[in-house]
């Protein structure tokens, strides 16, 4: 059974950082594509990265480029997002999914697996 378990997330002043992880089982991650997505109250999920499992090459959507990293540990099965000068658009649920093409399901937000989300809230 495929299990994606995140967490890290929690409540940050504007400005502050967050680390969220990602722990996958019943897979083995070096085999799969992978990202995050974010859903806030009242809004559609969007794609915010994601991350290839041959060259690493890493897809950020506009709004977190130079604020956000993405990274993957294949040997701990665990994909991380690094969340830097946080701000209050930033808050929504996040969660990471396996089994994407990135970076065109950055757009179709289609995955074969995802987590159950875990919540970031940014106060102003």
């Known amino acids: 059974q495929v299990q994606l378990v995140e967490s890290g997330g929690g409540s940050e002043e504007s400005g502050g950082s967050l680390r969220l992880s990602c722990r996958v089982s019943?897979?083995?991650?070096?085999?799969?594509?992978m990202g995050w997505f974010r859903q806030a109250p009242g809004k559609e999920r969007e794609a915010v990265s994601c991350?290839?499992?041959?060259?690493?090459?890493?897809y950020y959507t506009d709004s977190v480029k130079g604020r956000f990293t993405i990274s993957r540990d294949n040997a701990e099965n665990t994909l991380y997002l690094q969340m830097n000068n946080l701000k209050p658009e930033d808050t929504a649920m996040y969660y990471c999914?396996?089994?994407?093409?990135?970076?065109?399901?950055?757009?179709?937000?289609?995955?074969?697996?995802w987590g159950q989300g875990t919540q970031v809230t940014v106060s102003s």
């Open positions: 019943g897979l083995f991650l070096h085999d799969y594509e």
């Open positions: 999914a396996a089994g994407l093409r990135c970076p065109d399901d950055m757009t179709t937000l289609q995955a074969n697996y």
């Open positions: 991350i290839t499992y041959s060259t690493l090459s890493t």
